[in-house]
């Protein structure tokens, strides 16, 4: 089966200490993306990745890292969380078709974190 | 102004009624124009996608495109209970991956 999939999917931690989520898909898919989503401010994007070994900023970078030594997986690394990390969060992936408009992001399941 | 803007607040309609959401866009480069469906606590999934002018139907969906207003829209005939969910609207700009999503409507369907 096509899928994206997160680990873990709920994680409650505490102000500062290191933690990874990672994301892998199945689907040889090119582009992955990392999104937060909040009450009342939609789904921002956090970092996203055109290929192995590179990646780039989304909208809200700071506080996180990423590294894409392989296709399919894409970790977010928190290393010093904080409370306002506190979030849910969404890997995505998708696969660019050239010369075509269209191409779907398949989103995995979401990882809730609280940060105490 | 933002990139991508959804009318705010919760949109109740009754059952087998249609529900219209509104979405506008500030990128004139923007090529392709996504809705996601998206029930609490789970992730988006595509429903509709649209990149030329005019309507594009799917089933009880139908996506309508004006670039030359930066508007997209979605209308969902004959609603039912399990159309209540939040409806984010996303655009792509030309030859970029990147998905700019709006904030989202919630639809309550009443039955």
């Known amino acids: 089966e096509a899928q994206v999939t997160q680990n873990p999917r709920y994680l409650i931690t505490v102000t500062g200490k290191k933690l990874t989520v990672t994301c892998s898909q199945n689907?040889?898919?090119?582009?992955m993306s990392w999104y937060r989503q909040d009450p009342g401010l939609g789904l921002r994007q956090i970092y996203y990745?055109?290929?192995?070994?590179?990646?780039d900023k989304g909208d809200v970078p700071e506080g996180y890292k990423v590294s894409r030594k392989e296709k399919r997986n894409f970790p977010l690394i928190l290393e010093s969380p904080s409370p306002n990390q506190t979030s849910l969060y969404f890997c995505?992936?998708?696969?660019?078709?050239?010369?075509?408009?269209?191409?779907?992001?398949?989103f995995g399941p979401g990882t809730r974190l609280t940060v105490l | 102004q933002k990139e991508v803007e959804q009318n705010s607040g919760p949109l109740s309609v009754p059952e087998g009624a249609i529900a219209s959401l509104n979405c506008t866009y500030s990128?004139?480069?923007?090529?392709?124009f996504f809705w996601y469906r998206q029930y609490s606590g789970k992730s988006p999934e595509l429903i509709m996608f649209?990149?030329?002018?005019g309507d594009k139907e799917d089933g009880r969906f139908t996506a309508q495109l004006n670039k030359a207003s930066q508007y997209v829209s979605l209308l969902i005939r004959d609603s039912q209970p399990s159309d209540s969910a939040t409806y984010l609207c996303?655009?792509?700009?030309?030859?970029?991956?990147?998905?700019?999503f709006g904030k989202g409507n919630q639809v309550v369907v009443i039955p």
């Open positions: 995505a992936s998708s696969s660019p078709q050239r010369g075509a408009p269209y191409n779907e992001q398949f």
């Open positions: 689907m040889n898919h090119e582009y």
């Open positions: 990745s055109m290929n192995v070994e590179v990646t």
């Open positions: 990128d004139r480069g923007s090529q392709s």
């Open positions: 649209i990149y030329s002018n």
């Open positions: 996303a655009v792509r700009a030309y030859g970029n991956n990147r998905l700019a």
